[in-house]
Every structure is written in C-alpha cells, then in structure tokens.
C-alpha cells in the first residue's frame, strides 16, 4: 500500500493525472439486477478465459511456425500495420483510452471488444510483450457496453463492470479489481463489482495470462482439465 500510495503521489506531482470513467449513477440493488451482474460476470469470464487461452496457443503456434524470435516480431508487427491501415482502425492499436472513455458515455460499435481483442491478442503472439493490461480494460469495458442493452442497465454501469471484471478472470485478481473499482468509480459499485468479479473469477478457468501464477486451491471440486 506504501508503494501504491507513494507512485501515485509522485505521478501526480509530474502532472500525471488519472483518465476519470463517470458513473452518473448506480441501479438498486434488486434480484433482477443482481441475477444480471451475474450473467454478466460470467460473460466477463469466458472473454479472459479466451484471450488468456489464445495468446498461450497463438504464442507456441507462431513459435512453431516461425522460430526466429526476431522474424515473428517483423511478420506479426508488420501484419498488424498494414491491417490498421487497410480496415482504418487505428482506434485499436496503442493503449484505446479514447474507446475505453467513449463506452463510458454512450452506445459504441458492439465488435470493439473483439477488435480489440483481436489485434492485442495477434501484438502479444508476435513478441511484443507488456500491454495486457489497459487492453483487458478496453476488452471489458466495450463488452460491458454491448452487453448493457441487452441487460437493461446503463452503459456507464456495465462499462465499468466489464472494465474490472474481465481482467479478475483473465489474471485470477477478483478481490483486486473489486477494490479497484471502488476506487475508480466509488463505493456504490463494491457489491456489484464484487459479484461479477467473482463470477468472472469461477469461470475463466485454472489458468491465466500470467504462466508463473499458481492457483493454490482449485476454483471447483473438479479441477478444469
């Protein structure tokens, strides 16, 4: 906590500000809205569990396939540039704070996530390692706004679900992402944030994108084969 405390004081006196996802407001706590949390969760959790399990097989695929480290990151770098150029989606290369802020605000297109999914997931098999996390921020928080509608909530509110959740599932952090949605959105989201990380949690199976973690106890009494 020191740490935390400390890096962010010293960002902030670089004149580094936090990017602000407004939640205008929260629904009741209802059984209907609970039961959609969960579904929700739970969509959350197959999408972490399916890019954890892409990058993992795309990565020893390519490996297979190109085992000069250096000429996958030249075939996969170059093939995602002349992808964003020919489709123009440009949105979906770098960190996407832009899209992450738009899902807050309003209807976005419904495949972002999966676009984004896409390109992050082809970057990480190619060899460029390191952006897992803001990308899962995005994944989570368009998903959450394509999911909004069909759950009859606000975009906002599933947004900023998506946004925390799909990374609990994909990283096995679900009390983590609950704390930091209180943090990024205020207390009102804690049980809401917690039910969906929890399910996100149980779904996205005993593995994640992180290969040195280690799941101490199964998250079932039949361990995921």
């Known amino acids: 906590m020191t740490a935390a405390v400390v890096a962010d004081r010293v960002a902030l006196l670089w004149g580094v500000h936090h990017t602000a996802y407004p939640i205008p407001e929260f629904p009741s706590v ?17 999408a972490g569990r ?3 399990a892409a990058v993992h097989g795309g990565t020893a695929a390519f490996r297979r396939l190109v085992p000069y480290a250096p000429l996958r990151a030249l075939a996969g770098g170059a093939v995602i540039a002349l992808a964003c150029f020919l489709f123009s989606a440009q949105r979906y290369a770098g960190l996407g ?28 098999v190619s060899g460029f390692k390191g952006g897992e996390v803001t990308p899962l921020f995005y994944i989570g928080a368009t998903l959450g706004n394509a999911l909004a509608p069909l759950l009859h909530l606000p975009f906002a509110f599933v947004a900023g679900l998506g946004f925390v959740a799909v990374f ?8 983590a992402c609950t704390v930091m949605a209180m943090e990024l959105f205020g207390s009102g989201i804690g049980l809401f944030a917690g039910i969906a990380c929890v399910a996100s ?3 996205s199976g005993h593995a994640g994108i992180y290969r040195a973690q280690r799941i101490g106890e199964p998250k079932h009494p ?3 084969r």
């Open 97 to 124: 704070i832009p899209g992450i802020v738009a899902a807050f605000h309003g209807p976005v297109p419904a495949y972002d996530f999966a676009a984004k999914g896409g390109f992050t997931i082809a970057a990480l």
């Open 30 to 46: 209802t059984l209907l809205v609970l039961i959609s949390v969960v579904l929700a969760g739970l969509c959350f959790g197959g």
């Open 201 to 203: 949690y149980l779904v």
């Open 222 to 224: 039949v361990r995921d």
């Open 168 to 175: 609990a599932g994909a990283a096995n952090v679900p009390i």
């Open 50 to 52: 399916l890019f954890a």
